[in-house]
T-cell receptor
């Protein structure tokens, strides 16, 4: 069963920040939040993950609320190449357990 | 940097035939995951292996089997193929040591068409 809820679609103007929300109200204390994206028919691409602290890398920032029941992926300056389906996944780290892909958010970056 | 290698990239089979998909993980990665993605669908988890042992199991049909070998590559064997098996099959690998390096990296997939 899905552990996360995401809006099915979003638009973002090119050059602006894209903020993608995810609800995970039943997250367990040892589960991390992972974000992946999939550009049409390509293999899913890892973006970022975190436990409770905010995380930033060269691709994006991850903001996790203090109660850990929701998070936001931020793409600071969206480009047309960021158009993809974005998946928020909660999962226990340090295991071979699956990454469960729910329905994701289809992000369209508009010129 | 080396990525996950899947072969073949494309495969066409007839109904009731068998197919074998191969996955070569990133060097030093000891965990492999298999996913199936039908047209317009999200990736569905099939099975995973950690250190050559099955780690997690998803919606893998009984007609499919998989294993991980001593060099950590993995093969997905599919028998009695059906039209509905036509899909993209992705393999991913990871090296789950410590919480901050447990992400999985995906290959570019094998597109299987059953006719």
């Amino acid at each position: 069963d899905a552990k996360t809820t995401q809006p099915p679609s979003m638009d973002c103007a090119e050059g602006r920040a894209a903020n993608l929300p995810c609800n995970h109200s039943t997250i367990s204390g040892n589960e991390y939040v992972y974000w992946y994206r999939q550009i049409h028919s390509q293999g899913p691409q890892y973006i970022i993950h975190g436990l409770k602290n905010n995380e930033t890398n060269e691709m994006a920032s991850l903001i996790i609320t203090e109660d850990r029941k929701s998070s936001t992926l931020i793409l600071p300056h969206a480009t047309l190449r960021d158009t993809a389906v974005y998946y928020c996944i909660v999962r226990v780290a340090n295991t071979g357990n699956q990454f469960y892909f729910g329905t994701g958010t289809s992000l369209t970056v508009i010129p | 940097a080396a990525g996950v290698i899947q072969s073949p990239r494309h495969l066409i089979k007839e109904k009731r035939e068998t197919a074998t998909l191969k996955c070569y993980p990133i060097p030093r990665h000891d965990t492999v995951y298999w996913y199936q993605q039908g047209p317009g669908q999200d990736p569905q988890f099939l099975i995973s292996f950690y250190e050559k042992m099955q780690s997690d199991k998803g919606s893998i049909p009984d007609r499919f089997s998989a294993q991980q070998f001593s060099d950590y590559h993995s093969e997905l064997n599919m028998s009695s193929l059906e039209l509905g098996d036509s899909a993209l099959y992705f393999c991913a690998s990871s090296y789950p040591r410590g919480p901050m390096n447990t992400e999985a990296f995906f290959g570019q997939g094998t597109r299987l068409t059953v006719v």
